[in-house]
């Protein structure tokens, strides 16, 4: 049974009662309580005080009550703040235990929320798009449908090569930057194509595939945007499975929907105008993101889990 403290109500009552010489234990009938809840408000009363009195008391000594406060020490606070700047969340600085944090993941969080340290690097919350959504793009007949992809890949959730592709647009619609995802080590490339139409994607996605070794990567899956249709091409010169999800569906290419948010956040926002950058520029932020540890690498780095599966030479020209 769950204990709860006397009310305002329930105090004033015991004080009329108190007032009319009631015993104790007809007061505690009364009000349902224990008697010795009684008996320590009528020893208060008997000192000459009020129930106004004891209810004062007894918010000052709530105030006291419950752990204190967790007040790192100032290294630790310089080096939270380091990896925040370098866009760790609480979670990684925990879980990576680079260094040891005197607190738990959720009190670092409700840190943060307190302002203690910046919140700009925290996930994103909230829906993106509203219920009721419909989506009115990817209506092309000419894409290979995502259901084809675990019949011709049985191992594929398991499986080191197989690429998730999206775009990410800049201002106005007038520049893009292709974005490529490598599902088992989570590592992400980033390519910067001449335009956003379907022969500069193209290009610019069969010019990276002649700088890396031929077969590495099994399949690429995109999202159903027009910039992809020349996907045939680019599927039979280089040799590479290519699927597309299904329209509205970003679930289906959850990491990517992800690691595009992440991009956008750490350097390529949509304000941004990508025609103004270089490959160099792209790069830099994709190799940023690349060496943050995740949780769900058991907090290792994309980098680290890729350079499991590639030789160390072939990885300049890959991200």
């Not at 490339?189 to 069969?206: F, M, Y």
């Not at 249709?229 to 289906?252: C, L, V």
Request: charged share 25%; net charge positive; aromatic share 10%.
């Amino acid at each position: 049974m769950t204990y709860t403290h006397l009310t305002t109500e329930e105090l004033v009552m015991i004080e009329a009662y108190f007032h009319q010489n009631i015993s104790v234990l007809k007061i505690s009938t009364y009000l349902h309580r224990s008697r010795q809840t009684i008996h320590k408000v009528i020893t208060f009363l008997r000192k000459g005080c009020t129930a106004l009195d004891y209810f004062k008391q007894y918010k000052e000594n709530k105030q006291r009550c419950g752990r204190r406060s967790i007040c790192l020490p100032q290294d630790q606070k310089s080096y939270i703040q380091k990896m925040v700047a370098q866009g760790w969340t609480p979670d990684v600085i925990i879980g990576r235990a680079e260094k040891p944090i005197a607190c738990s993941v959720r009190t670092l969080y409700r840190q943060f929320k307190q302002g203690l340290f910046d919140q700009a690097t925290l996930p994103m919350k909230g829906k993106r798009k509203p219920n009721g959504h419909k989506e009115r793009r990817g209506k092309q007949a000419f894409k290979r449908n995502i259901s084809e992809r675990l019949d011709d890949y049985p191992h594929f959730t398991k499986e080191f090569g197989h690429l998730e592709g999206d775009t990410i647009v800049g201002v106005h619609h007038k520049s893009a930057v292709i974005t490529l995802v490598e599902r088992l080590s989570k590592v992400i490339i980033t390519l910067k194509p001449d335009g956003r139409k379907a022969r500069d994607i193209e290009a610019a996605v069969n010019n990276w595939f002649k700088t890396i070794p031929r077969n590495l990567f099994k399949s690429i899956t995109f999202d159903c945007g027009k910039e992809f249709s020349n996907w045939k091409s680019i599927s039979n010169q280089q040799d590479i499975a290519i699927y597309f999800a299904d329209p509205g569906t970003p679930s289906q290419r959850a990491l990517n929907e992800h690691s595009n948010g992440l991009l956008r956040k750490d350097g390529l926002p949509k304000e941004m105008d990508f025609n103004q950058v270089d490959q160099s520029f792209v790069s830099n932020i994709a190799s940023n993101r690349n060496h943050i540890p995740r949780k769900s690498l058991n907090y290792h780095t994309p980098l680290e889990v890729f350079l499991r599966h590639i030789d160390g030479q072939e990885l300049s020209n890959l991200i």
